[in-house]
């Protein structure tokens, strides 16, 4: 099983809200990754897990607050977010972190801030 | 900050014909991927090449690879309609092995 899977597809949230995405993976691999992209832009890093520690946090707004509750799981605990948060919320994942490895993305949580 | 730049940022071409994208970077690297990403949706990896090597093919794609120019390119021969897509480079910077996404290349493939 080589995917990576996102839940919601589609997420529509007040400012005052607080939800959260989830993003699954069963092939074993112990880095994670959140991408945040806008669009007609390149994903941008967000966070990065390894071996379920935060590995990398790319000084990313509290709002959004990311958990790894098992090497499978990663989530994002979104709170207070603004208009300027919508986007495309991607997660990845690979083998390990510290050498080479290619990336497997998820479809993506299409998120937006009313 | 970003790593690769893409060129060009976008590619209107007709099905059979051959579509050429470049990617340049700012630093040494160890490694550079292409992924595609269909509208809207998660990238898919299609091809990681290693600064030891010039040249690598995957089906209709061939990546090449110019560390003394700091550039690489990506050939989709004998394109499709199924092609359409944006094709992003994506090179680790800073001593990480992190990529960086480029800003990407839009390819519309006519049929």
């Known amino acids: 099983d080589t995917e990576v899977t996102q839940t919601p597809k589609h997420l529509v949230m007040g400012m005052t809200n607080k939800k959260s995405l989830k993003c699954e993976q069963h092939m074993g691999h112990r880095a994670m990754y959140w991408y945040k992209q806008k669009a007609k832009k390149p994903p941008e890093l967000m966070f990065v897990?390894?071996?379920?520690?935060?590995?990398i946090n790319e000084s990313v707004p509290s709002r959004f607050s990311p958990e790894c509750p098992n090497s499978s799981l990663l989530n994002l605990h979104l709170h207070a977010l603004q208009p300027e948060d919508s986007a495309l919320y991607l997660c990845?994942?690979?083998?390990?972190?510290?050498?080479?490895?290619?990336?497997?993305f998820g479809p993506g949580t299409r998120l937006t801030v009313t | 900050s970003q790593q690769g730049e893409e060129d060009p940022q976008a590619l209107s071409i007709q099905e059979g014909e051959n579509a050429t994208m470049n990617c340049s970077y700012k630093?040494?690297?160890?490694?550079l991927q292409w992924y595609r990403q269909n509208s809207g949706r998660g990238l898919v990896h299609l091809i990681l090449?290693?600064?030891?090597?010039r040249e690598k093919h995957s089906g209709r794609l061939r990546v090449t690879l110019d560390t003394s120019k700091k550039s690489s390119s990506l050939l989709i021969t004998a394109s499709r309609a199924a092609d359409t897509a944006s094709y992003f480079c994506?090179?680790?910077?800073?001593?990480?092995?992190?990529?960086?996404f480029g800003r990407g290349t839009s390819l519309i493939v006519h049929p």
């Open positions: 897990y390894s071996y379920e520690k935060l590995s």
């Open positions: 994506a090179a680790p910077s800073g001593g990480s092995y992190i990529p960086t």
């Open positions: 990845a994942s690979s083998q390990a972190i510290g050498q080479i490895y290619e990336q497997y």
């Open positions: 630093t040494s690297i160890n490694n």
């Open positions: 090449i290693r600064s030891n090597e």
